[in-house]
């Protein structure tokens, strides 16, 4: 929302130098573009869980250059004969993530404050009322190289879990799996503009094309995030 001119020439002009590199070198294979569920933006309640034909609507500079870099990326695709499937990946976590990232962030502030018990048991959040879909790194890595081998062309495809979970009951396994007690403060700075209140997919399209079916359960994830900082 700071750098809407930046984000745009990342997401939609880097799309587009990429796409002019692979014409220079006669590209033949497939190309598969990242979007990101953001696309979706205002959903209503009735709409979940999200197909893909359900109409975007981004509520941010990112989902909007997203959207237009997926719509850059068809239309090579029409007009080049640039083989592109498309994938909106929703949330996913795993180890090694930035601590930028929600779950990473707060795994990593739960584990500073167990290493640190006569300090301040305190971690700042933002919304925790807020659900989402996540999907451990893992299985979108075996997404994405499903849809290289068996997506359709020209086609877009929602990788997801398809499981709707609060920030709240995330924090709340955290702390389980850490076995530690701490005091939740949100912080203001951490708020959202227009930030959509519930997220959850729809993998039926991607596991009809190519029998992906996510295989990381969440505590796993959680656990194997807690375990990178606890190595960190």
């Known amino acids: 929302f700071s750098r809407p001119r930046?984000?745009?020439d990342v997401n939609f002009v880097g799309t587009?130098?990429?796409l002019e590199a692979l014409r220079q070198i006669q590209f033949a294979g497939r190309f598969l573009f990242v979007s990101s569920?953001?696309?979706?933006g205002a959903v209503?309640?009735?709409s979940l869980p999200i197909a893909e034909n359900l109409p975007p609507k981004p509520r941010s500079p990112y989902g909007a250059s997203k959207l237009a870099a997926e719509e850059l990326c068809l239309q090579w695709g029409r007009s080049e004969?640039?083989?592109?499937?498309?994938?909106?990946?929703?949330?996913?976590?795993g180890p090694g993530q930035r601590p930028d990232f929600l779950v990473s962030g707060i795994a990593k502030q739960i584990v500073s404050a167990k290493r640190n018990p006569g300090g301040e048991a305190t971690i700042h959040v933002g919304n925790t009322a807020v659900s989402r879909d996540f999907s451990d790194a893992r299985d979108v890595v075996r997404a994405y190289l499903s849809l290289l081998s068996a997506g359709k062309t020209g086609e877009i495809y929602n990788v997801c879990s398809g499981n709707e979970i609060t920030v709240k009951s995330v924090i709340e396994r955290l702390l389980s799996i850490a076995q530690i007690d701490v005091q939740i403060q949100?912080?203001?700075s951490l708020l959202r503009l227009g930030e959509q209140t519930r997220m959850c997919g729809n993998h039926t399209k991607l596991s009809n094309a190519t029998s992906w079916e996510p295989m990381i359960p969440l505590d796993r994830s959680l656990h194997d995030v807690l375990a990178f900082w606890e190595a960190h």
Do not use: C, K
């Open 186 to 188: 949100q912080d203001v």
């Open 16 to 18: 587009l130098n990429l």
């Open 81 to 93: 004969g640039l083989d592109v499937v498309i994938a909106r990946p929703f949330n996913h976590i």
């Open 44 to 46: 209503s309640e009735e």
């Open 6 to 8: 930046e984000t745009f």
């Open 37 to 40: 569920s953001d696309v979706y």
